[in-house]
């Protein structure tokens, strides 16, 4: 099993930044990759960064330039760095972490404003 926890997450305006942690806790070494997905009303749950044990990252194309993904040094704790917010990237915010199942955080609210 393992445990995510979010945070980070708040108001901003647009052209701002803003960074999200997730710490995960539990069997972290069976962990194979972590990411962040995004989820707007209505709509379906879309990547929005991931990262391997290896460091290889990927990206939406809307996040790319914009989003960086790291681990953090005990590698059971992952961020997002989110600079040049725009309106649209209004969304909560959930921590994936890929092992022998799927484990998703609660999610964190970002609000982006004009």
């Known amino acids: 099993q393992v445990q995510l926890v979010e945070s980070g997450g708040g108001l901003v305006q647009a052209g701002g930044s803003l960074r999200l942690s997730c710490a995960a806790s539990g069997s972290i070494l069976s962990i194979n990759a972590m990411g962040w997905y995004r989820q707007a009303p209505g709509k379906q749950r879309e990547l929005v960064a991931l990262?391997?044990?290896?460091?290889?990252?990927n990206y939406a194309d809307s996040v790319k330039g914009r989003f960086t993904i790291t681990r953090g040094n005990a590698k059971n704790t992952v961020y997002l760095q989110m600079n040049s917010l725009k309106l649209e990237d209004t969304n909560v915010y959930y921590c994936?972490?890929?092992?022998?199942?799927?484990?998703w955080g609660r999610g964190t609210q970002v609000t982006v404003s004009s």
């Open positions: 994936r972490a890929f092992s022998t199942s799927n484990y």
């Open positions: 990262i391997t044990s290896g460091d290889i990252s």
